[in-house]
Each structure stands twice: as C-alpha cells, then as structure tokens.
C-alpha cells in the first residue's frame, strides 16, 4: 500500500469508529492549513485516511487490498480510468467543455493534491490626471481610493484563531463535488473544488464577526505612483498587488491607472515633439535680421529655459523652425523629441507719417 491510513491517524487496526473520528478531528484542526504552523500536504493525507477508514466499506477494501483509490491500469500509480478516482472527470456522451478546465482537472487529478480555490482580488481601473510639465519631467503622485482589504480581525483568514474545524456537509470532507453538464454534444461529468470548504474539506464553527468569512473588508488605501517623464497620454500603468484583497488571503488584484495628461496653453504635443506659436511683430523681425545678437528672438522650452533661436539668413518664416532635442523625453529610454516653431508675424495696426517714411526709406534700401 502506498500509505499506511492507520500509522497516518495514529491509531491501531482495530482502532472502533469513535477511535478514528476522534484522532481524525485533533490531528485535522492541528494541521489545518489555514492555522498558523499548518501543513497542508499533512492535511490531506489526514482526510484521505479519514475518508477510507471512516466508511465500513473502504475500510474493509483497504484492510484486504490497500489503498482504494487506484485501479484500473493495475495498482498505485496506474491511471484508474478516466472517473471520479482518477483525473477527475469523465466523458458521457462527449462533450468536451472548456478545455482549460479540462486541463486543469486533468493534471490536478494527476498529481493527486486538491487546492484550495479562494478568489482572486478583483483588479480595479483609476484615472490620474497630469500636466504636460509633469508628464516632461516625471512625478510622483499619491493615490488614495476604496478598496477591499484584508480583515484586520482576523488576519484575513475569515475565522476565529480559536476555532474549531468539522467537516465540511456539502462535499462530506472530500473537498470537491461532482458536476455534470448537458450540451448538444451529450453530457460532461467534472469533479470541481467545493465552494463551501474551497477545497479543504473543512469548515470553520466559528467565522470571523466582523468580515462574515470573507477575509476582506472595505477600507482605504493610499499609494505612491512613480510616473515617468515622457508619459503620454492615456498611457496606463499596472501597480501589481494594488487592487482588491483576495478572499481569505488569496493573492490581490492588480490597479491599472490611466494617465491623462491634460492639454497645455501654449504646447502641442505630437509623439514625442512639441509645437508652439510663436508671435513676432514686424518691426522686431526687421531688427533681428539688422542685428541678431542686439534683438535675439527667444522662446521659454516646456522645461522653462529661455532659449534664443538660431534663425538662418535664408528661413521662411511661413514655416517651422526646428529646433532638435527640445521636445518630450522618450519614454522609458535616453534623448528627446525636438520642439517646431510655427512663427506670426503681427504686423502694426496703426502707422504714423513718420513710420511710413521710415519705412518706405528701409524699403528703398533693401532693394
């Protein structure tokens, strides 16, 4: 036999009902796992030997044959038919299901472990809005948001620390039901974890008051959120851990943020390069071409610099300056977009007699 269930409970052969049911339930809430110190895989072979040696008829088997739960293809290790024993389903009629749950009661079947099967966190969505300065040069924002998280009562587990565990009625301590489903292509049997005991076989006399069994309550969270500079809008960025608390310890969900970078007065951004407008009056034009170092033309980059443009003599002012290196940072990796500026040029609304004349000399000039 492939386990000795008497040596495993921890009593004689001969041991009466009342003898296994009592070692059974001190060795069972000893090892529980969801105690702290538990063992999990001595659990299970404390509810195996329980379930074949608590049944007159198992018992009987395993006493003459030894362990009951192969068979089939011919002793332990064999594949013992594709039913309850065995892999953990079987095929009337065939439906195929979903594969995945196929699989997966497949390969649990093969390694002979049921799981414990407590609820995933819930991943949550938030949106954080920045400023286009922000989103340049990288901030640092704290989120604050409602949330299920763990039970601080009872550490998450969902129980009192001084409870008692029985055996769980829905599934008798087996730790997984049976359930079959009828399709077009005929009906599928599947053995899947119990709701109730998820899994474990048993269930705790006591649950914890103030989260009803969940493990989760509602409650606050605040976190600090590292955005990098060159973010773009809509971008989103996965905090792992940071959603909802998973039930009875189970692992949290995940917050997925939504960056919004709100538009900007005076940039444009388009990928990584910024455009911006640039007024110029006719008169300052003129003065820079007469002397470029005595009336420079200048701009103030998004990062607040001023910076004075070199404009060659030839450049059409109908089109966009580009000035490289000047634009967002690219994300996640080194240089920059550049920066293209779109120049007006705003000519005088009023001239007087003097101005005209002037004008019309330089005109004459520059002929």
Request: charged residues 30%; glycine residues 12%.
């Amino acid at each position: 036999m492939s386990n000795d269930y008497y040596k495993i409970l921890g009593v004689e052969k001969n041991a009466s009902d009342d003898d296994i049911k009592k070692a059974y339930r001190k060795l069972a809430h000893q090892h529980h796992p969801d105690k702290k110190g538990g063992d999990e895989k001595k659990f299970k072979e404390i509810n195996e030997a329980y379930q074949t040696l608590s049944n007159k008829d198992k018992r009987a088997q395993y006493d003459r044959f030894g362990n009951t739960t192969h068979g089939g293809a011919g002793g332990p290790g064999g594949f013992g038919g594709f039913s309850q024993g065995g892999f953990g389903f079987d095929f009337q009629g065939g439906d195929f299901g979903d594969l995945g749950d196929i699989f997966e009661a497949f390969f649990e079947g093969m390694n002979g472990q049921k799981r414990r099967t407590y609820a995933h966190g819930s991943d949550m969505e938030m949106t954080q809005e920045i400023t286009l300065e922000e989103a340049y040069a990288g901030v640092e924002k704290t989120v604050s948001y409602k949330v299920n998280v763990r039970c601080a009562s009872c550490n998450g587990l969902g129980h009192d620390t001084k409870a008692t565990f029985l055996q769980c009625k829905k599934c008798d301590g087996r730790g997984e039901v049976r359930e079959t489903r009828s399709t077009f292509f005929g009906n599928f049997a599947q053995v899947k974890a119990c709701v109730e005991c998820h899994g474990v076989g048993q269930v705790p006399d006591k649950r914890c008051a103030t989260c009803s069994g969940s493990g989760v309550v509602r409650g606050d969270k605040k976190i600090a959120v590292k955005i990098l500079p060159g973010i773009a809008d809509g971008q989103i960025i996965k905090m792992v851990g940071a959603g909802e608390a998973g039930e009875r310890g189970a692992q949290e969900g995940d917050l997925f943020l939504h960056v919004r970078v709100r538009p900007h007065a005076t940039f444009a951004r388009q990928d990584d390069h910024l455009i911006v407008e640039r007024e110029i009056a006719l008169i300052d034009l003129l003065a820079y071409v007469a002397d470029r170092e005595a009336h420079p033309i200048a701009i103030t980059t998004i990062a607040g610099k001023k910076l004075s443009l070199d404009i060659s003599s030839d450049f059409a002012f109908n089109k966009p300056l580009k000035v490289p290196g000047e634009g967002m940072p690219h994300f996640n990796r080194t240089g920059k977009g550049d920066l293209f500026v779109h120049f007006k040029v705003v000519q005088p609304h009023k001239m007087n007699k003097d101005a005209k004349r002037l004008l019309e000399e330089l005109r004459k000039e520059m002929r």
